[in-house]
Structure formats: structure tokens, C-alpha cells
């Protein structure tokens, strides 16, 4: 029974996710530094700001409630000035007063957490009628209080009510984030480079190309599994050189009792029967000769650059030449890393048995979703859906769907699709629209 852990599906978080392993990774780095300025952001604002500006703004509270008081006890115009001088100096309060004048109706109100900071603070501490006017005078607010007799208008500074700190923390926040994400940025990329290394290489190989040993870094892990990789292909050359060199001996032991046997025929009266020998004998050295070739491969031949137009229409005229006609139609060209011996031969192959099992055959070549398409079609007999995968096995051929008088030994399609296989591809038997069989033979750009 398969538990889950979360309530929800998490298909659509995983298509949001970047395919890259850099990408992740950067998404490991940048997601958590973002979360942690969150954090500390809300944390700074609801414990440091916020304490520091009450405590700001009730201490000028204080101070604007105490200059009221004493200019409303002190009725000497002259003390009243040098009050007024004193909380000027001292204070850092400016004061003006303005006999019969009454709070202004035209200051426009609007959020701020700074003004609502400081008018709680004067509700609690001036016990007259206020307004607050932060856009007044410029680094200036403007406090205006209504007393019986006229209006007081204090004009503070805004450092006494606002602190700094708030733009030093974020932008200290900021650039420290994002000089350590550039430096984990940089330390990352040296990290995944190996790794990139890896998978082209692996790549590569996969598709049959020949890779030299290149130098082993990045974390312990990325190294031992690029040891092992070069270590495999050496293993895999070693493999393939064994069986190559096994099969040849089977097979010049096998060839040299088959022609004595060609030798002693020939010193023979022919007869019906001798000619028999003979055809049995060059039927079995096709079958040899097929057996070594399908055995040996195309490991030794390097890979290059070929122009598939090109090659394709070398096939063709090979066909010609052979009194096979072919349609070639070309889509898209294309320049691809291979091996050029080797792919000809699986193109061959399936243009051959086209021919061969049909009258009509056609070669498209086509790029499709970041591969190579060549598709093979003819307007023969073909093969059951349910038997298409038998004839990729070795000397396995279908009585129902191949006329045994055609020749061959059953190994075309085991060789087409190990070449396309050994390039990273594959070859896989449709339908054609033809009637026939489809080939279509897909490698990856």
C-alpha cells in the first residue's frame, strides 16, 4: 500500500521544477536566502523598529507636551520667547504660535506606521486638539496643536522621530546576500562542471564515440563515477575486442576444411548432386561471413561529421546501380556526429530488405523533436505487430512474411539496430502507409 505523505499532488511543483542540476541547485541556494531576509526582515521590523520608533516618538511627545504646559502656565510674552529659544536649543524643537489660529483642514492624511506611531504617542501625552503634518517642511514634521488662545505649530526633525538603522540593516541584508549567493554561485559552478563533464561523456559513449581518459574532479563521489565510466568503457573495448578476435579464428578455422572441400568438389565429374555441395558450401561461407560481420562490428571506425543528405543519396545510387529503385525525399538536412561506415550499412540494410520484400521503397529523412528521423517504407508483405520484435534477434527469420528463396541469413535487422543502437539510437517496425513495413531509425542530435 503506497502511503502518502502529502495531502496534495505535487505533479504540478514538479514540472515547475528546472531540469538542470545547476538550475536545482541554484534554486536550493536562492530559495532558503530569500525565506532567511523574510525572516529577518519581519523579525527586525516587529522587534527593532517598532521598539526603537515608539520609544522615539513618545520621548518627542514628551517634549511637545511639556513646552505646551509651560507656555500655557507662563504668561510673560518675554519668558514665553525664551522658552520658546530654550526648546529651540535644546529640544530641537522649532516653535511657532499663531493667536486665534485653528488646526488645518487642508493637510491630506495617508498610512504611514510613523505617523500613526507618533499620534498615539500625542493622544497620550498633549491633552489638546493635534494634527501631524510630515510633508510640510522638507526632513521636517510639522505638529500642530490648538490650545485655547491660538495654534502652536512644532516643527521636528525627522532624525528624532525616524531611524536610520532601517536602510542600513536591508542594505546590509541585501548586499551581503547577494555577495555570498555570487560566491556560492561561483564555488557551485566548479561543483557541477565535473558533473557536466560526466554526462557527455556517458553520452558519448552511449552513443558510441570514442572518449578519452580526461582529467578526474569535482567531490569524491563525481570522481569515482567517472573512474568507473572510463573503467566500463575500457572493459567494454576489451569485451569486444575478445569476441572480435575469437570469432575470427571460429572462423578462418571453419573456412579452411570448407575449402578443401570446395578444392576436392572441383576435381569431381560435376553432377547434379556435386553442384548441390557446392551451392550448400557458399551458403554456408554467406553465413560465416555474416556471423563475423555481425560479430565484429564497426568498433574501430571513428566518428565524424557526415552529411546525411549526402550519405542517403550515396545508398540510393548504390541501389541504382543494382537496378533497385528508390524515392528519396529529404526534409530537413542535417549534419550529425557518427560513424559513416557503420550507419551506411544499417541504412542499407533496411533500404535493402524494402527492396527486396517489395516492389516500391522510399527513404524520408526528417528532424524531429531534437532527433534524426529516417523513416524506410516499402508496399510488401510485412510483418505481424506481434513478431516485429523477433526479427531483431539473430538468424530468426519469418516463413509467413519473407519468402526464404530472397536469401539472407536473418542478421540485417539485428545489425541495423545494433549500429543505431551503439550510436545512441534505436530502430523500430511500424506500419507503412504504403502497405508494407515502416523502418524508422532514430539518433539523437
Not at 14 to 33: E, G
Not at 215 to 222: C, D, F, I, N, Y
Not at 416 to 430: M, P, Q, S, W
Request: glycine share 6%; proline share 5%.
Amino acid at each position: 500500500m503506497k502511503i502518502r505523505l502529502l495531502p496534495f499532488s505535487t505533479r504540478w511543483l514538479k514540472r515547475l521544477l528546472p531540469a538542470s542540476l545547476f538550475a536545482r541547485t541554484l534554486l536550493i541556494i536562492v530559495i532558503p536566502t530569500i525565506l532567511a531576509l523574510i525572516v529577518a526582515t519581519f523579525v527586525f521590523f516587529d522587534r527593532h523598529w517598532v521598539t526603537t520608533t515608539h520609544r522615539l516618538t513618545h520621548a518627542v511627545a514628551a517634549d511637545i507636551s511639556v513646552v505646551v504646559e509651560m507656555l500655557d502656565l507662563i504668561k510673560d510674552e518675554d519668558q514665553k520667547t525664551s522658552l520658546i529659544n530654550l526648546a529651540d536649543r535644546k529640544m530641537d524643537l522649532s516653535v511657532t504660535y499663531e493667536a486665534g489660529g485653528h488646526l488645518s483642514k487642508r493637510v491630506k492624511r495617508y498610512a504611514s506606521p510613523l505617523r500613526d506611531m507618533l499620534r498615539r504617542a500625542l493622544d497620550e501625552r498633549v491633552g489638546y486638539p493635534h494634527l501631524i503634518d510630515m510633508r510640510r517642511a522638507p526632513d521636517m514634521v510639522a505638529v500642530q496643536v490648538e490650545i485655547p488662545d491660538g495654534l502652536y505649530t512644532f516643527y521636528v526633525p525627522q532624525r528624532r522621530i525616524y531611524t536610520p538603522t532601517t536602510e542600513v540593516f536591508i542594505g546590509w541584508m541585501i548586499g551581503s546576500s547577494i555577495l555570498l549567493s555570487g560566491i556560492a554561485l561561483l564555488f557551485m559552478r566548479n561543483q557541477i562542471r565535473p558533473v557536466r563533464r560526466l554526462a557527455e561523456a556517458a553520452e558519448a559513449i552511449g552513443k558510441g564515440q570514442d572518449v578519452p581518459w580526461f582529467k578526474l574532479e569535482g567531490a569524491t563521489e563525481v570522481r569515482q563515477a567517472s573512474a568507473a565510466l572510463m573503467v566500463m568503457r575500457d572493459r567494454i573495448r576489451r569485451s569486444m575486442g575478445q569476441r572480435t578476435a575469437m570469432l575470427a579464428g571460429v572462423s578462418h578455422d571453419l573456412r579452411t576444411p570448407l575449402t578443401r572441400m570446395k578444392l576436392q568438389l572441383a576435381m569431381m565429374p560435376e553432377s547434379a548432386q556435386t553442384r548441390g555441395f557446392v551451392s550448400d558450401i557458399a551458403d554456408m561461407e554467406k553465413m560465416l561471413e555474416a556471423y563475423l560481420s555481425f560479430a565484429r562490428g564497426e568498433e574501430a571506425e571513428p566518428a565524424a561529421p557526415v552529411d546525411l543528405p549526402a550519405l542517403l543519396q550515396e545508398i540510393a545510387d548504390d541501389m541504382k546501380r543494382q537496378n533497385v529503385p528508390v524515392a528519396l525525399k529529404i526534409e530537413s538536412a542535417c549534419t550529425v556526429v557518427l560513424r559513416p561506415h557503420a550507419m551506411k550499412r544499417c541504412i542499407a540494410n533496411l533500404v535493402g530488405n524494402a527492396a527486396r520484400y517489395g516492389k516500391n521503397a522510399t527513404v524520408t529523412l526528417a528532424l524531429r523533436d531534437h532527433a534524426v528521423d529516417i523513416v524506410v517504407d516499402d508496399d510488401g508483405a510485412g510483418i505481424p505487430p506481434e513478431k516485429r520484435e523477433d526479427v531483431f534477434r539473430p538468424f530468426i527469420r519469418l516463413d509467413e512474411s519473407r519468402n526464404m528463396d530472397t536469401g539472407g541469413v536473418g542478421l540485417g535487422l539485428t545489425i541495423a539496430r545494433d549500429i543505431a543502437r551503439n550510436h545512441g539510437g534505436d530502430v523500430v517496425l511500424e506500419d507503412s502507409p504504403m502497405g508494407g513495413l515502416r523502418a524508422r531509425i532514430w539518433l539523437p542530435v
